[in-house]
Structure formats: structure tokens, C-alpha cells
């Protein structure tokens, strides 16, 4: 079904239905309502490459985030997603798996495909090459949940900094000095923290400096030795949660870098034996289904995570209307929610 059966039908010329089906230029309300009905009767589908040559948009934004199967980045979606359908746009989503590569590959690729903007997490805050070029050819991007400073662009992020610190008050405020602090970055076994080289997202980064100058605050000096890096699958959180209790100062509290790293936490615990807060505590980031459904219950920091990705589509779809002005972060707040997986230290 082509433009010129849809004219005919309507009994306009090829060039009117032209404007109406590609949403250019201007005709009454009569012929339009003559042409959409015509289209509908027929069965026409628009041919989105050639009305995005004309137009000069693709009615598309593209989202690249770091695991699709982590709920934090699922619900993300979710947002960016009905509030991009509700302003007419449509959403091509790649997953990067964390990986620099692909994540360079998935914007090749949906520029190639003529998104009219992106949304990006990058997977390594320190790589910004591929997206300044992404800038440069005039796509319209926006960061979500990361920020690069350097890039001048807009970003739409939790309050990171500020979440940890309440997280690790919280473990304070029930007596535990030994906190350990555990995220899914690369790293071996006994591994922590000593530069923020090792930690390439700013998310992650941002928690790690709060949860340190709370510790600090509190008069513990060698905080960062608790850091610890490699939990990135279960395996390598047993050995990681392993080797921090056979430790010769173990933690009688855990902070989870991200629901993931929470669960996993969570099971190698429970293999070793080990009893939720009796023996541990632990609070993880994002309010995923399962805290709410184990024994006891997790606190976690609640992370506003729709509207995050809400935000995010609003944002970019203004500057590809044309919106102006500096570039601007976004910080939503958290809010910690306390439940029964922490206690008092033995």
C-alpha cells in the first residue's frame, strides 16, 4: 500500500496525502480527516526511512543502558519509554553488558539508524570519545544514572553521594564500625579500593566517597580497605564475601553496591551459614522485588528509578524540539527504607 493509493482513495493529490501521512506542512482539518480515514481503510503503513528524509526526523530516540536484565535499568526503561510514546516517539533499546565496545558499537549503530537523540549510561566515565563524536554529528544525548562533566551535556542522575552517606549513618547508628563495602566492578579477589581509577562509573564512584567520609567521620581511617571490587557474577561474590570474613577484621555489616550485587551477597551468606542480622547486617541499593520477600526483609536505598528515566526522555525530547540553554544534572534524592536485615553487631 503506497502514498498514491492512499491519495486516490481519499481523492486528494499524492503530494496533500504526503503531508498528512508524513505530519508536514499544513491542510485543513477536512482533507486531513479525508486521508487518515483513507489510510486507516486501507491499511497503510508509513515507510519510516523515507518520512525521515523528508522531515528530517525518525520519530525514534535510542537507549543504550548497562544490563537490561538488572531491574534497576528495566524500570529505567520503563520510563523512558512511556514518556517518550506519550510525546509520539518510539524506543530502540541495546544493552551494553558494561562493556565500552559495545557500548560504541550500539551508538554507531542507532546513528546509523537516524535516532533523533539518545539516552546513554555510559560504561566507563572515563571513555568519552565515542560520545562527543555522537555530539558532533548534531544527535541531541543525554546521560542517565552517569555523568561526565567534561561533556558539557545533560545528565539525569539518583543522588548518589548523598545515599551512601545515609546508608552508612544508618549501619553507624546501630553500632557497626567494620563495614564492608561490595560492588560488581572488575577486580580480583582481596581487592579494594585505593584510587577512583578503579572505579569507572561516577555512579559507583559517588557511593564509595560517601560511604568513606562517613566512615571517617566516625573516626574508622581505614574504610577503603573494605571497599571491595569483583563481585560480578556469584561465584566471584562467594570468594569476595569469603575472603572478607575469614579476614582478620571481618564486617559485621554490608552495603550492596546495586540489587544484583545485593542478592548475591545474600546467597553466598546464606551458603556459608550465616544468619541475617544475627550474624551480618546488610542494606542494598534499589528496592528490587526481592528484599521485600525474604527472611527478614531488606533495608535498601529506594532509588526513584521511573522517574529517572522519565526525566530523561522529557529532557532529550526538549532539546530535539530545540531547547535551549546550559546543560543541566538532574540529582533526585533516595530515601532509605528500613526493614529487618540490620542489627546490632555481635
Known amino acids: 500500500m503506497t502514498v498514491a493509493d492512499v491519495a486516490r482513495s481519499a481523492n486528494v493529490s499524492k503530494a496533500t496525502a504526503a503531508r498528512v501521512l508524513g505530519g508536514y506542512g499544513t491542510v485543513s482539518d477536512k482533507i486531513r480527516e479525508q486521508v487518515t480515514t483513507a489510510a486507516s481503510a486501507l491499511g497503510y503503513r508509513p515507510n519510516e526511512l523515507a518520512r525521515s528524509m523528508t522531515t528530517g526526523r525518525s520519530g525514534t530516540i535510542g537507549v543504550i543502558v548497562g544490563d537490561i536484565e538488572n531491574a534497576f535499568f528495566s524500570l529505567a526503561v520503563r520510563g523512558i ?10 524506543v530502540i533499546i541495546a544493552n551494553s553488558g558494561e562493556e565500552l565496545q559495545a557500548e560504541k558499537s ?7 539508524r537516524r535516532v533523533d537523540g539518545l539516552i546513554v549510561t555510559p560504561s566507563d566515565c572515563r571513555e568519552s570519545d565515542h560520545l562527543s563524536d555522537a555530539i558532533r554529528v548534531g544527535v541531541p544525548l543525554i546521560l542517565f544514572d552517569r555523568t561526565i562533566p567534561a561533556l558539557q551535556v545533560d545528565a539525569v542522575t539518583g543522588a548518589d553521594r548523598e545515599a551512601a552517606i545515609a546508608a552508612t549513618r544508618h549501619l553507624q547508628d546501630f553500632g557497626h564500625r567494620q563495614i564492608a563495602y561490595i560492588t560488581a566492578k572488575e577486580g580480583a579477589v582481596g581487592e579494594f ?16 566517597e560517601g560511604f568513606l567520609a562517613t566512615q571517617s567521620a566516625n573516626g574508622v581511617l581505614d574504610a577503603h580497605q573494605l571497599v571491595r571490587l569483583g563481585a560480578t557474577d556469584q561465584k566471584h561474590t562467594d570468594a569476595v564475601v569469603s575472603h572478607l570474613l575469614n579476614g582478620s577484621a571481618p564486617p559485621t555489616a554490608i552495603l550492596a553496591s546495586d540489587s544484583l550485587v545485593g542478592l548475591q551477597v545474600l546467597r553466598s551468606l546464606h551458603a556459608l551459614g550465616m544468619s541475617v542480622p544475627e550474624d551480618i547486617s546488610i542494606i542494598s541499593f534499589f528496592n528490587a522485588d526481592w528484599t521485600t520477600v525474604t527472611t527478614p526483609p531488606i533495608t535498601v536505598v529506594d532509588q526513584p528509578v521511573y522517574e529517572m528515566g522519565r526525566l530523561a526522555a522529557e529532557r532529550l525530547i526538549a532539546r530535539i524540539d530545540g531547547s535551549g540553554g546550559p546543560a543541566e544534572h538532574t540529582r533526585l534524592q533516595t530515601s532509605l527504607i528500613s526493614r529487618g536485615s540490620v542489627g546490632r553487631p555481635k
Open 81 to 90: 519509554s512511556d514518556s517518550a510514546r506519550n510525546a509520539g516517539f518510539n
Open 193 to 208: 579500593f585505593t584510587n577512583e581509577y578503579q572505579l569507572p562509573t561516577s555512579s559507583v564512584l559517588g557511593r564509595v
Open 106 to 112: 550500539a551508538i554507531d549503530l542507532l546513528i546509523g
